[in-house]
């Protein structure tokens, strides 16, 4: 069991628009920053969104993050084929000292 | 350009030895912190640990390690060649999986990880 929760899959049509979130405790989400990265089949993750709610630059404007206490979501907005991947949201937890991984979701586009 | 590149794959037996690196260019080796993942088949990543080459540790490296990884793993680091080490003493068969390094972006607990290594697949099977 990951210590953040995410939802194992999500799916949703192209040009609409997914949440996923990520689920953690007041020893990471509550008090870190909070990180997402994308994986596409067989690739290397990728920063997709960082502290939050910061987009990195060459990272499209569709993606945006947000943050309220012990939770964070992941919002992609006018979906593509091309974003069909494995997302992974990401914290540091002052409890482990170390990075806590959430599960992973799957991003399937209709 | 900032790079990672990895060692290539490597196929070994139960309870023999391995090292895999992971070469850092493109930028200052020893004020970026250097952290593993591992990502078994077909499941998520995980965080293994990570080591801070600063100058500020002349002779050896600071490092730390996930729980469930401590003790099971060695983390290192060659500063002269900025390139980090994953080692292991005795493989399982458990061990099989794809191994990331990263970058991470400043060095604070905090910081996220920037860039990644294109990943070694190790295989351990009698």
């Known amino acids: 069991q990951s210590v953040l929760t995410q939802p194992p899959s999500v799916s949703e049509a192209p040009r609409q628009r997914v949440t996923i979130s990520c689920s953690g405790s007041s020893s990471n989400i509550g008090k870190n920053a909070v990180h997402w990265y994308q994986q596409l089949p067989g690739k290397a993750p990728k920063l997709l969104i960082y502290y939050d709610d910061l987009v990195p630059s060459g990272v499209s404007d569709r993606f945006s993050g947000s943050k309220s206490g012990t939770s964070a979501s992941l919002a992609i907005s006018g979906l593509q084929s091309e974003d069909e991947a494995d997302y992974y949201c990401?914290?540091?937890?002052?409890?482990?000292?170390?990075?806590?991984f959430g599960g992973g979701t799957k991003l399937t586009v209709l | 350009e900032v790079q990672l590149v990895q060692s290539g794959a490597e196929v070994k037996k139960p309870e023999e030895s391995l090292r895999i690196s992971c070469k850092g260019s493109g930028y200052s080796f020893t004020n970026y912190w250097i952290s593993w993942v591992r990502q078994m088949p077909g499941k998520g990543l995980e965080w293994m640990g990570k080591?801070?080459?600063?100058?500020?540790?002349?002779?050896?490296?600071?490092?730390n390690y996930s729980p469930s990884f401590q003790g099971h793993v060695t983390i290192s680091a060659d500063k002269a060649i900025s390139t980090a080490y994953l080692q292991w003493s005795s493989l399982k068969a458990s061990d099989t999986a794809m191994y990331f390094c990263?970058?991470?972006?400043?060095?604070?607990?905090?910081?996220?990880?920037?860039?990644w290594g294109q990943g070694t697949l190790v295989t351990v099977s009698s």
């Open positions: 080591i801070d080459p600063s100058d500020s540790y002349p002779s050896d490296s600071y490092t």
């Open positions: 990401a914290a540091w937890d002052d409890s482990l000292n170390g990075v806590v």
């Open positions: 990263a970058r991470h972006l400043r060095v604070e607990d905090t910081a996220p990880i920037d860039y």
